[in-house]
């Protein structure tokens, strides 16, 4: 942090800074720590051979390594791309200077270093390739540079990817997200629907009681429902023939449209509603509390014909549908759930994003195995 060089030099910094240094002189290495991330970048890239030592880059280095992983981690806006480039850069000028100084090597510009360092971490870190060596190309302008920056990218992928994953698919396992690889994992290739399905279902009639209706709005916080022909009397598996499904925002449009859709007894008749009532309401559907106040002890002894509104073609799987079968359609079609039947077409459990998503394949030194996550 003493490392001082006078004003007087043809490359100074245009906000140099004296910190400990004699008048007419600047502090590199203080220059490089207190300036914004873009102007170290600069520096970096575009100072002269010699201009900062050694030892300011390796603490430069090591020092804002930490710090970038450190406040990665913290639940602020805080990105990884710039700092990246920036602790790479000094990684590479470091070994251009090392080269220059110790080894006796031709290094024509420690610059260039810095540039190849900063792609190389770049791609140990966000494990990305083509992309990366794109973005680099066209920031530097220079194709003369594309076949060391593809080279660094991919060995640093591939060395990264030995020992883990990137540093974005590890904070999404943290976090818990419901997020779906390319591919299945190998490892839960034997998994059947009925290992990985939700045995509880929530379903209900073609045409139930409103109370009902209500009681399993109020019990779960579910996207949809299925349908049955009748209700298994102890509502449990088989829940009975799987008819359609309906979702829970058109549960609630219903129930708060109810001077057209309640029914004293079934079958009954019951106005159909056209699709405008259903697109007035989106996206700011019902409020469940204000739908329950709004009807009476009466009201819930009534009930409601579904038929008319449910999804009578959902997408379905047997219960020995393998779990890669239902990765893929998943994956491809971009399910939020699907409701397994067996042989009878009778529902026995449900399967949603979450569920598919707690099955992670990990690669580690070689190593591979499979974990089970707790997403809430």
């Known amino acids: 942090m003493t490392e001082c060089a006078p004003l007087s030099d043809a490359n100074v910094p245009e906000k140099p800074i004296q910190l400990f240094c004699a008048d007419d002189h600047y502090n590199t290495g203080a220059t490089l720590y207190l300036s914004t991330p873009e102007d170290s970048i600069k520096r970096l890239y575009h100072d002269p051979t010699l201009s900062i030592g050694k030892l300011n880059l390796l603490q430069f280095a090591i020092l804002y390594y930490i710090l970038t992983f450190w406040t990665y981690g913290l639940s602020v806006p805080s990105g990884l791309f710039v700092p990246c480039i920036l602790v790479g850069a000094a990684w590479g000028r470091l070994l251009g200077h090392t080269l220059r100084t110790e080894a006796n090597w031709i290094v024509s510009d420690p610059g260039k270093y810095a540039l190849i360092g900063s792609a190389a971490m770049l791609g140990g870190v966000v494990r990305m390739t083509i992309s990366l060596t794109v973005i680099i190309i066209e920031a530097t302008g220079n194709l003369y540079y594309a076949l060391p920056i593809m080279l660094v990218v991919m060995i640093a992928k591939w060395v990264g990817d030995y020992f883990n994953e990137g540093l974005y698919d590890i904070h999404i396992h943290l976090n818990s997200i419901?997020?779906?690889?390319?591919?299945?994992?190998?490892?839960?290739?034997?998994?059947?629907?009925?290992?990985?399905?939700?045995?509880?279902?929530?379903a209900v009639n073609e045409v139930e009681k409103v109370g009902r209706v209500v009681q399993v709005l109020t019990d779960t916080?579910?996207?949809?429902?299925?349908?049955?022909?009748?209700?298994?009397?102890?509502?449990?598996?088989?829940?009975?023939?799987?008819?359609?499904?309906?979702?829970?925002?058109?549960?609630?449009?219903?129930?708060?449209?109810?001077?057209?859709?309640?029914?004293?007894?079934?079958?009954?008749?019951?106005?159909?509603?056209?699709?405008?009532?259903?697109?007035?309401?989106?996206?700011?559907?019902?409020?469940?509390?204000?739908?329950?106040?709004?009807?009476?002890?009466?009201?819930?002894?009534?009930?409601?014909?579904?038929?008319?509104?449910?999804?009578?073609?959902?997408?379905?799987?047997?219960?020995?549908?393998?779990?890669?079968?239902?990765?893929?359609?998943?994956?491809?079609?971009?399910?939020?759930h699907l409701v397994i039947v067996n042989k009878n077409n009778e529902v026995v459990g449900m399967v949603t994003r979450k569920d598919i998503a707690r099955f992670r394949e990990h690669n580690s030194r070689g190593n591979v195995t499979i974990t089970f996550l707790d997403i809430l």
């Open 178 to 202: 419901p997020l779906l690889g390319w591919e299945p994992p190998d490892s839960a290739a034997g998994l059947q629907a009925r290992h990985i399905m939700n045995e509880t279902v929530f």
């Open 221 to 336: 916080i579910h996207n949809a429902f299925p349908v049955v022909e009748k209700l298994n009397e102890e509502r449990s598996k088989p829940y009975g023939k799987f008819r359609g499904l309906i979702l829970r925002s058109q549960l609630l449009v219903l129930l708060k449209l109810k001077e057209q859709t309640l029914i004293s007894e079934p079958p009954g008749e019951v106005t159909t509603l056209t699709m405008d009532h259903f697109r007035d309401a989106y996206p700011r559907f019902p409020d469940l509390e204000s739908v329950k106040s709004a009807l009476s002890v009466e009201e819930k002894e009534l009930y409601i014909d579904l038929r008319p509104f449910i999804n009578n073609t959902p997408y379905t799987a047997y219960d020995t549908s393998y779990y890669p079968k239902i990765f893929g359609l998943f994956r491809a079609l971009g399910l939020r």
